[in-house]
């Protein structure tokens, strides 16, 4: 479903600065494959996953994407078998726009676009049932400008919007980072629901170590832009951060930093 073969991604090349973010990275993905990443500070997260939505062009590899050679594909062409949610809620959606109007923008994405009317009534219908299974209100507020809403509520409108077209593959960018804990659990639980009711394949980046072994089917750890642990169920599901961290020292023979990421264990 998705293949990275021997990525390598290097910033400020050629210069005394430069520094190897991702270093001859290889990984599989399974349809229906629900992958946490996991890693300190500049270790290649957010990397990966700009890589393999064509943000940034890759030194050398490959990437595939069922069974497309996507590598040198610009951004907007993967957007049509991608899906990606971001951290700040205000980045997955157009705030002066209304909720049918960022509806119609993603559900139309990479279709041919005529002269018909934007938003048929069907497309409406549609939308209102897509709202309401989120369990928000937000189907009965179709005109309202998505400025308007909660940091939560435009964040599931953006997890919304990203699957609307059945993605190949969803990408999640700390998605649920920004928001207080009741709400970024309430977010999870959303993802969750949604990634299970469209059998999607998901990446998902997370420094809580916690949720990266509670979600999913598989975590891979990354560090210094190499994959340096990769755990599947059912072995994962009996792990325990400490556990993790333990396998990473045996792996690499180190210890992680005191950063962000022992701080959310």
Do not use: W
């Not at 190897?20 to 990966?48: C, E, H, R, Y």
């Not at 400008?145 to 919304?160: D, F, I, M, T, Y």
């Amino acid at each position: 479903m998705l293949e990275l073969k021997s990525l390598c991604k290097k910033f400020q090349s050629g210069t005394g600065n430069g520094r190897m973010a991702l270093k001859d990275v290889s990984l599989s993905l399974q349809p229906n494959d629900f992958v946490t990443v996991i890693g300190s500070n500049g270790a290649g997260k957010s990397t990966l996953l700009n890589v393999i939505a064509g943000v940034f062009p890759v030194d050398s590899g490959q990437v595939t994407i069922d069974g497309e050679d996507v590598t040198h594909l610009p951004e907007h062409r993967r957007a049509l078998v991608l899906g990606r949610v971001f951290q700040d809620p205000m980045q997955g959606t157009a705030g002066s726009m209304s909720i049918e109007e960022n509806m119609a923008m993603a559900f139309k994405r990479g279709m041919r676009r005529g002269l018909s009317k934007g938003v048929s009534a069907k497309d409406k219908d549609y939308f209102r049932e897509k709202l309401a299974s989120l369990g928000l209100g937000l189907e009965d507020r179709l005109q309202e400008p998505v400025k308007l809403l909660s940091g939560g509520q435009r964040q599931a409108l953006a997890l919304l919007m990203a699957t609307l077209s059945q993605p190949k593959l969803l990408l999640l960018d700390e998605h649920t980072a920004a928001l207080d804990p009741r709400t970024a659990q309430e977010i999870q639980e959303l993802t969750n629901d949604i990634v299970r009711r469209g059998s999607l394949s998901v990446l998902m980046v997370t420094h809580n170590l916690r949720l990266a072994l509670a979600v999913g089917t598989r975590t891979i750890m990354m560090h210094e832009g190499e994959i340096a642990l990769d755990v599947s169920d059912p072995e994962r599901s009996e792990m325990t951060v400490s556990d993790l961290l333990e396998r990473f020292h045996d792996a690499r023979g180190e210890r992680l930093s005191d950063d962000r990421i022992l701080l959310e264990a």
